[in-house]
């Protein structure tokens, strides 16, 4: 009998050629129950014994491509102009282990297009994306909800056992808004600069060896050196650049944000890479949507005092406050990456494994990856760009000046 991972990724295969003549079907009519999604999807009806293998996230994948699919047409239907944020067109191949990197930059593109000219379209993508993104964004462990110090933010997390495994490509139920704005803090005096140490690149030889310490004074020098080695791998070059693309494009918007923090705008946009994949319609905590109520996940009820209509920079300076960065000194290569994976959890470390959250798409991680809270996949391969990624783009291409 062959092994369920290895007949996915058979089914996946087969599956992916077919699905991409999907892009010349009519795509405007109602969506039907799942099995119907994927024979219309397909151009074909499948026969019962091949439906009866397929795995759950075959028919989820069938359901959110129709749907971006359908988003893409009448994005064209409305004449909305394009974005450069743009990849791809047509079909999108129906492989689970795919999906979120080839599906990121036609959704975060659908939002840019519509976001200042159809809000309401604009919400449906961000809703969409917000359902992309929960397919990748699990936290191993979680943190306090109250605001904290850097030192408190950095401590040792807390595991959050009691709240439920996320549900993938479904909608939370979220709370009702509370009635009253929560006021913005004043600016802070004096920005921090955008310099960061320079380091050398030199390919990384041998095994990596992962600190199972969580003290930065300890992991310093293997944060370095990690950044100085890795590499990006080929096949995850493109979208690597697309990241630089969305980074570039958006400064201005996380400039905005960082002027009232005082924390970076590179590292405002990788946060928001990895907590929200880029949605501007979804809090910058942890993806939720949407932004006119509350977040639901960890941490919940955020932001405590949140009046509709509500803006995506008011919601981030919450967030970038409650996690105790707002304020916070040093913002070296090493202290940058430090921080990132201790608001992510060292679920990872403690394994003595690196982090997806830092090294996704480079030769410093290769696969395993926490699919559900507290559950965690050997096999499993993480689909986001890893925030060391985002960085080393920036650096190479100069946008961050190297000290």
């Keep these: 009998m062959v092994a369920s991972r290895d007949r996915r990724s058979f089914i996946a295969r087969g599956l992916a050629g077919l699905t991409a003549l999907a892009g010349a079907q009519p795509l405007h009519a109602a969506f039907s129950p799942l099995t119907s999604d994927l024979d219309k999807l397909l151009g074909m009806k499948l026969p019962e014994p091949l439906i009866s293998l397929l795995p759950g996230e075959v028919f989820e994948g069938a359901s959110f491509i129709r749907k971006l699919l359908a988003m893409e047409a009448e994005a064209k239907a ?45 919400d449906r993508a961000g809703e969409l994306l917000s359902l992309l993104h929960r397919t990748q964004h699990v936290t191993p462990e979680g943190y306090s909800l109250a605001p904290r110090s850097e030192a408190t933010a950095l401590a040792a997390p807390m595991f959050f056992n009691d709240q439920p495994a996320t549900e993938r490509l479904k909608l939370p139920t979220l709370a009702q808004p509370d009635t009253q704005p929560e006021p913005l803090p004043a600016p802070l005096p004096n920005p921090l600069p955008n310099p960061l140490p320079n380091p050398l690149p030199s390919p990384l030889q041998g095994p990596i060896t992962v600190s199972r310490t969580l003290q930065f004074d300890a992991l310093s020098d293997e944060y370095a050196s990690l950044f100085r080695a890795a590499q990006i791998r080929a096949q995850h070059r493109e979208t690597a650049e697309w990241h630089l693309t969305m980074l570039r494009a958006s400064k201005a918007r996380y400039a905005g944000v960082a002027e009232r923090t005082g924390v970076p705008w590179y590292f405002v946009a990788t946060v928001h890479g990895l907590e929200a994949s880029f949605n501007f319609r979804a809090h910058l905590h942890n993806g939720d949507f949407p932004l006119q109520r509350r977040t639901r996940q960890v941490p919940a009820g955020r932001p405590t005092r949140w009046l509709p209509p509500s803006d995506w920079e008011s919601s981030a300076i919450d967030a970038l406050r409650i996690m105790g960065f707002a304020g916070a000194q040093d913002w070296s290569v090493p202290r940058i990456l430090h921080r990132l994976e201790a608001f992510n959890g060292f679920g990872y470390r403690r394994m003595g494994r690196t982090s997806p959250y830092l090294w996704s798409f480079t030769t410093a991680y290769d696969r395993g990856k926490y699919v559900a809270d507290g559950k965690f996949s050997a096999s499993a391969i993480s689909q986001q760009c890893g925030g060391a990624v985002m960085l080393k783009l920036l650096a190479e291409a100069g946008d961050i000046a190297f000290a």
């Design 78 to 122: 409305l004449r909305l102009p394009k974005s450069l944020l743009s990849r791809g067109e047509g079909g999108i191949p129906l492989d689970p282990d795919r999906l979120y990197e080839l599906a990121l930059p036609r959704l975060v593109a659908l939002i840019d297009r519509s976001e200042f000219r159809k809000l309401g379209f604009a």
